[in-house]
């Protein structure tokens, strides 16, 4: 497992960039007219919850670099689980980690997933480079149109495998502009698609966190029999607002982040 912080994080933000080529260039779009740092409020990470691949393998990692729980999470329609870590040190981006609940799919589905799986080395999740290491399974193009069918978010995993599902530019650090509302004029400016599933802003000062994404990036995936161009991954903004102690809230909204899932819809 990684020992240092910045290379996790660098090597996740190279390997999201080989496959969402709009974050770089909306990254350097917001570097050059803002001219300050951006700042990362958060990655996104995807899994089924099964033995070797889970939540907790995942969470493992950033435990290793001093990461502790947050809140946890649930999406009873999408069957999702999740959990968010944070690091004592407030500039460490915080991570939210979900799991497919499978035992909750059809049977098809169920044992699709479990076939995917099981031709995974059981050490893989250990390795230093487990979280950006991609895909450990073949599967054909109509195994994940089948998956599709289901779960956008069984189908993702099935294709993509272990990689940052997103990265997210805190709004709070941002110095030229002040509001979600603002972000999202710029991307639609320069032709980038909002995800508009729930309204483009999702959350509210009152829930104490304002979100907005992209939507995803399609990119070519290597089936077992075909190539296809399918949603890869997206990019995120949040703005977080002060609890009553003065500190700004950490967590997330349950309701704004089942729609942001839907950024890597193929609709």
Not at 202 to 218: C, H, I, V, W, Y
Request: glycine share 6%.
């Amino acid at each position: 497992m990684h020992t240092d912080r910045d290379t996790l994080f660098s090597r996740l933000w190279d390997n999201y960039c080989e496959v969402t080529p709009s974050a770089e260039h909306i990254h350097r779009l917001l570097d050059d007219t803002q001219g300050g740092e951006i700042v990362n409020d958060h990655i996104a990470l995807r899994t089924f919850n099964l033995e070797k691949v889970n939540l907790d393998k995942l969470a493992a990692h950033f435990l290793a670099l001093g990461y502790q729980q947050g809140g946890d999470y649930h999406f009873e329609a999408k069957k999702l689980y999740a959990r968010h870590y944070e690091h004592p040190d407030p500039s460490a981006p915080k991570v939210f980690i979900s799991e497919l609940l499978v035992e909750q799919c059809s049977e098809p589905a169920q044992a699709i997933i479990h076939q995917l799986v099981s031709q995974m080395d059981p050490a893989a999740g250990t390795a230093d480079n487990f979280l950006y290491s991609g895909r450990h399974w073949d599967i054909d193009y109509p195994t994940y149109q089948a998956l599709l069918e289901e779960s956008e978010y069984a189908a993702w995993v099935a294709a993509w495998g272990f990689r940052a599902n997103h990265f997210t530019v805190s709004v709070n650090a941002l110095s030229r502009f002040r509001t979600v509302a603002e972000i999202n004029q710029v991307l639609k400016d320069h032709g980038y698609r909002v995800n508009n599933s729930g309204g483009e802003i999702k959350g509210s000062p009152e829930e104490l966190l304002e979100q907005s994404s992209t939507m995803a990036d399609r990119a070519e995936v290597a089936f077992s029999d075909q190539k296809a161009a399918i949603p890869s991954c997206f990019y995120e903004f949040a703005l977080r607002y002060p609890k009553s102690d003065g500190q700004l809230y950490s967590g997330f909204v349950a309701a704004s982040a089942d729609k942001i899932f839907e950024s890597t819809d193929s609709r």
